[in-house]
């Protein structure tokens, strides 16, 4: 007689996916915690990700969407899912893949060799520029100049600009990034912990940058890092899982731990931050920067030099620590300055980047 396979999963002290109720559970979704499948898995996990792009209607057809690739997880799968997804359910997008080169020896070469492997496994055209390109310095240079302290204040300035400088380059409607909700979270503390409203204020939208040069969107938004790594783990994808080597002490990496202990004593804990974080209300009293653009490069910017400009102004003239903190660009006596600036570089002679906003 041939037994169920509910007898034998009973007899084999196994578990059945509580989906399917037909295969060996072999995993614990950690939004969830409901015991499931490897192919129910798959399911849930790519079907989510569609009706987030559905119901916020994130892309038209024939859109060109670039992909912010790093060649870490979260970007790898997600030019992943978006291939398939964009194949299976007809949504008409041409895809772009799109990497930033910091100029971190042994880390990001590393990573762009994956990327460069990925342009090939999922057949999507890839745009690499880089900060020597379009700043004039390596993240190398500048952390030999600076040290370890604030580097990645340096580097998220620079790195937010030079994607869309890349976008504007392929000439794309919309930047797609692999930000996952954990990211999101993370930043709604972040925020929170620095008092910065105005991006308290958006940085929950699923969609941002509407009114600058090229929009961005977030389709993993309300997906977990972890069943992002066990969707790449489970999938054999092929990504860079190393850590950037300037970014140990880094302060989002301490609101990271914080999330990631919530998260044990109560799954849910992230979407609830995420949740919170969209129902925030801005006081009508509260004054919010005015979006203007840049008087040097054209770049999108609330002050009269954009945060690129003056963190570049600050290297150029050996003065690092110009741009960091509440600055709020330079005074009028620190502009005059720039051209008698003696032995260094000024900022007439390298803009913070090649493209006109």
Avoid at 28 to 45: A, D, G, H, M
Avoid at 107 to 115: C, I
Avoid at 172 to 190: C, Q, R, S, Y
Wanted: overall charge positive; glycine content about 8%; some cysteine.
């Amino acid at each position: 007689m041939e037994e169920s396979a509910d007898g034998k999963a009973k007899k084999a002290g196994a578990r059945l996916c509580c989906l399917c109720h037909q295969k060996k559970a072999v995993l614990k979704r950690p939004k969830t915690l409901e015991q499931i499948c490897r192919e129910c898995f798959y399911e849930v996990f790519e079907e989510e990700i569609h009706q987030v792009i559905v119901e916020n209607q994130l892309f038209k057809p024939g859109e060109r969407i670039a992909l912010g690739a790093s060649g870490g997880k979260d970007s790898t799968v997600l030019a992943y899912v978006l291939s398939e997804l964009n194949r299976r359910h007809n949504y008409g997008l041409d895809l772009f893949l799109l990497s930033v080169d910091e100029g971190i020896t042994g880390y990001r070469d590393d990573s762009l060799e994956t990327v460069k492997r990925n342009e090939i496994q999922y057949g999507l055209p890839l745009k690499i520029v880089s900060y020597k390109d379009l700043y004039g310095w390596t993240m190398d240079e500048i952390v030999k100049m600076i040290g370890l302290k604030n580097n990645c204040t340096f580097c998220g300035v620079f790195r937010r600009q030079a994607l869309d400088r890349g976008a504007a380059l392929l000439k794309v409607d919309k930047l797609a990034t692999g930000h996952n909700a954990d990211d999101i979270a993370e930043t709604v503390l972040l925020n929170i912990l620095r008092g910065d409203i105005a991006r308290l204020s958006r940085c929950t939208s699923i969609v941002t940058g509407e009114d600058g040069p090229i929009p961005r969107c977030k389709p993993f938004k309300y997906t977990y890092e972890k069943e992002i790594v066990m969707y790449a783990y489970f999938k054999r994808l092929d990504y860079f899982s190393t850590e950037c080597i300037y970014s140990p002490n880094a302060y989002r990496g301490f609101a990271r731990e914080f999330i990631k202990d919530l998260e044990r004593i109560r799954p849910r804990a992230i979407l609830d931050i995420i949740k919170s974080g969209e129902n925030f209300r801005i006081s009508t009293s509260t004054k919010m920067p005015e979006q203007g653009t840049c008087e040097r490069c054209g770049y999108i910017s609330s002050q009269k030099w954009c945060k690129a400009c003056v963190l570049l102004e600050g290297l150029n003239r050996g003065l690092p620590k110009l741009g960091i903190g509440r600055t709020r660009g330079l005074n009028n006596d620190d502009k005059k300055d720039t051209k008698k600036t003696n032995g260094t570089k000024s900022i007439e002679s390298k803009q913070c980047g090649t493209l006109d906003f």
